[in-house]
């Protein structure tokens, strides 16, 4: 990114972490009993900014090594760190508001996460420095740590949506079911994309061969779009459930959208990035073939995202005055 651009995302973060610590300061002075939980969340913030400034310790003429180092202190430690124990307070949070953890087992679940994945994460960074004259010492701590850092989400997602079967029979919940079910994505994509994809080029034998193939993409894909995306959706319709209380829900288009977009995304990996990742791994004559075929989910994809503005638009813009 151009450094215009990246001092810009700086600000941006910054003033993104105020409005996030407007609101929530004052909520951590009542001292209640999801105060511990909101000290995490806030931590997390404060991280996710302030790292991001890391991404300004080389410019155009630093040497490919330093720059490597200090590019996946932002990559890495934003994705594997950082926002991981974000995702985690904030799933953990919602479920407990809406009764389907338990607040005290919730904070528990989220410090044990938060330690597996700081410690697997902050020594997991050197996973992917490979190339830059890193000691093999350090490459070996690197490969081991990185390893366990999708445990604890899944578990809190499966540990939820266990809770919620139990729970269908509440009529109010199934107010929530899809933003639920973007959530219960998280942890679906946070197994899948990052765990097995992330699992798969992790191993330093993998990263010796396969560094930058189409496996990465495949990885890239279903990890940020899978968890931070789904999460992203996921917390907008939350928001937007408790603000239009009173309006009745396009059921069918959420859903189609929730299926486009998973399934898009699926079809995206498994067509084409993992045979042509794959063939490039096995192969070094890349064929093509494969390539075209990441046409069919990414129009799956791009159908679903479509629909997702147009429940918006109509459930707020377009929304009949009358029921408000
Ligand atoms: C939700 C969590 C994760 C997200 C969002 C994520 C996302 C990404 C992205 C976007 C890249 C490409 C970055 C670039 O090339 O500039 C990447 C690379 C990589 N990720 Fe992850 N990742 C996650 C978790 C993991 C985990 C748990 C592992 C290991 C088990 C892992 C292993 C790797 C490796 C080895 C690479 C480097 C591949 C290469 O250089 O060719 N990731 N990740
Ligand atoms: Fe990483």
Redesign the pocket.
Known sequence: MGRFWQLLLVIGLFLWLALMIRPIVPIIKKGTSERGLLILFLISCFAIAFFYAAGLMWGRTTNLAIAEYW?WWV??LW??GF??VFATVVAAFLFTRMGLLRIKSATNNVLFATIIFLSGGIL?TF??LYFTGTPTGVMALGATF??L??VPLVLIGFEAFHNYRMSKSTEWLADYKWPIYFLLSVAFW?FL???IF??I??PPIA?YY????N??PV??HA??FG??GMLGIGLMLFVLRSMYRKQKWNDKLIKFTFWTLNAGLLLMVVVSLLPVGLMQTFASVNHGAFKWSRIIGDTVFGIGTLTLFLFVYQLTLKKDKSTN
């Open positions: 590019r990559v890495h994705v594997e926002f991981e997991g996973h992917h990185s390893a850092e999708v946070n994309g990052a765990g992330g699992f080029i992790n990263l396969m560094q930058g193939l496996t990465t990885h890239g990890a940020l968890v931070y």
